[in-house]
């Protein structure tokens, strides 16, 4: 599966951003989904997740509460609505997808897309 992830920007602390990863493939509804984010000098880390049919999710606990993950298999597309955002969540976001044969959350992820840059002013 390839994956092409945009929506990102520039944005004030307080506002918010919607992601959009779309991904290629017929056997997208297999895949459970997942965005991660690297701020700069800082490692990667795990943003949100959902399952093949959406009935699972799973965030992190600094964007739980303003991060929404969903998916749209019928348009091969899962997003990120991102809101109050704060200056920390300025990073470049990956989507990643998992193969799964169960409807549930990976903790590793085999195909990784491009990044999407979102920066928060404050």
């Known amino acids: 599966v390839q994956l092409q992830a945009s929506g990102g920007g520039l944005v004030q602390a307080g506002g918010s951003l919607r992601l959009s990863c779309a991904a290629s493939?017929?056997?997208?509804?297999?895949?459970?989904m997942g965005w991660f984010r690297q701020a700069p000098g800082k490692e990667r880390e795990f943003v949100a997740a959902i399952s093949w049919s959406g009935g699972r999710t799973l965030y992190s606990d600094s964007v739980k509460g303003r991060f929404t993950i969903s998916r749209d298999n019928a348009k091969n597309t899962v997003l990120l609505q991102m809101n109050s955002l704060k200056p920390e969540d300025t990073a470049v976001y990956y989507c990643?997808?998992?193969?799964?044969?169960?409807?549930?959350?990976?903790?590793?992820?085999?195909?990784w897309g491009q990044g999407t840059l979102v920066t928060v002013s404050s």
């Open positions: 990643a997808a998992d193969q799964q044969n169960d409807d549930d959350i990976p903790f590793d992820f085999d195909y």
């Open positions: 493939g017929r056997t997208f509804s297999s895949y459970a």
